[in-house]
């Protein structure tokens, strides 16, 4: 199994910018896509960004501009970097991983949501 923690959440005014870290523990065979996602409250959990193993990078039209997500293959850990932040960012967010346990055996790992919160 593959488990993902996320941290780097919190409260922040308007304008303001935070980092989330996500980092992947466990075995697998390789760790593809990475990406986060967030939820709202009343609405469906919504990608944010993805980054593929090799840097390829692919966003919502929400955070183009704003937030920039990243990797570092050798921790296993992906980051989002977010700036000019706005009330309508405010949601949970989660980490989500495509690994390979073994050739031929995907699994999708979700991390267990960390709380951002955009004062206005």
């Known amino acids: 199994q593959v488990q993902l923690v996320e941290s780097g959440g919190g409260l922040v005014q308007a304008g303001g910018s935070l980092r989330l870290s996500c980092a992947a523990s466990?075995?697998?065979?390789?760790?593809?896509?990475m990406g986060w996602y967030r939820q709202a409250p009343g609405k469906q959990r919504e990608l944010v960004a993805s980054?593929?193993?090799?840097?390829?990078?692919n966003y919502a039209d929400s955070a183009k501009g704003r937030f920039t997500i990243s990797r570092d293959n050798a921790k296993n850990t992906v980051y989002l970097q977010m700036n000019s932040l706005k009330p309508e960012d405010t949601a949970v967010y989660y980490c989500?991983?495509?690994?390979?346990?073994?050739?031929?055996?995907?699994?999708?790992?979700w991390g267990q949501g960390t709380q951002v919160t955009v004062s206005s």
């Open positions: 980054i593929t193993s090799g840097g390829s990078t």
């Open positions: 989500n991983a495509f690994v390979l346990l073994a050739p031929g055996a995907p699994f999708v790992s």
């Open positions: 466990g075995r697998a065979f390789s760790f593809n896509d």
